[in-house]
Antibody, heavy 117, light 107 residues
Framework: QVQLVQSGAEVKKPGASVKVSCKAS????????VTWVRQAPGKGLEWMGW????????NYAQKLQGRVTLTTDTSTSTAYMELWSLTSDDTAVYYC??????????WGQGTLVIVSS | DIQMTQSPSSLSASVGDRVTITCRAS??????LAWFQQRPGKAPKSLIY???SLHSGVPSKFSGSGSGTDFTLTISSLQPEDFAVYYC?????????FGQGTRLEIK
């Protein structure tokens, strides 16, 4: 069945960057997009952005614009989320999710990113 | 940005009960609304899209309704595994915003 497997937990220092991967399987990668959502400890879900696996088009949350880059590698069916200039406010679990017709049907298991000096 | 407001923020119910969660959008989003369930320490799980369409594999005890600005999620015959946090999300206009969540607890 459809699976999205994310990379492992990361610990980063303030000011550093982090790159999280999301490997898809059991479906045609380029027929769907990928959405990234994050969740700070004890908080709700925050939509970060979306990328089309077909043509690479992206849309980012305004508050993250300029600090986040979404990319895909269609040869390996893997999507990536890179976040720059990390602060403690970026400590969160980061999720990727498959997108079809703008809604998200299957989700990755999540990747914990801790930003601490 | 479109604001999504869920009510109640928390809800206590018993096994076997039927509960309803409400989600209100700050502007008309047609039927572009999804519902998700999140159990502790787990990723969100998709339940409903297009306001009332059940995602594949989701039991029919879950149902959604509404259009425009007002939406509801109803869960019938609650079982222990249904006690979780539920989120609504609009996907009409970027950024696709979530409600703050409704925590469903066992009474």
């Amino acid at each position: 069945q459809v699976q999205l497997v994310q990379s492992g937990a990361e610990v980063k220092k303030p000011g550093a960057s982090v790159k999280v991967s999301c490997k898809a399987s059991d479906y045609t990668f380029t027929n769907y997009g990928v959405t990234w959502v994050r969740q700070a400890p004890g908080k709700g879900l925050e939509w970060m952005g979306w990328i089309s696996n077909y043509n690479g088009n992206t849309n980012y949350a305004q508050k993250l614009q300029g600090r986040v880059t979404l990319t895909t590698d269609t040869s390996t069916s893997t999507a990536y989320m890179e976040l720059w200039s990390l602060t403690s406010d970026d400590t969160a679990v980061y999720y990727c999710a498959r997108e079809q017709y703008n809604w998200n049907d299957f989700w990755g298991q999540g990747t914990l990113v801790i930003v601490s000096s | 940005d479109i604001q999504m407001t869920q009510s109640p923020s928390s809800l206590s119910a018993s096994v076997g009960d039927r509960v309803t969660i409400t989600c209100r959008a700050s502007q008309d989003i047609s039927i572009y609304l999804a519902w998700f369930q999140q159990r502790p320490g787990k990723a969100p799980k998709s339940l409903i899209y297009a306001a009332s369409s059940l995602h594949s594999g989701v039991p029919s005890k879950f149902s959604g309704s509404g259009s425009g600005t007002d939406f509801t999620l109803t869960i019938s015959s609650l079982q222990p595994e249904d006690f979780a946090v539920y989120y609504c999300q609009q996907y009409d206009t970027y950024p696709y915003t979530f409600g703050q969540g409704t925590r469903l607890e066992i009474k």
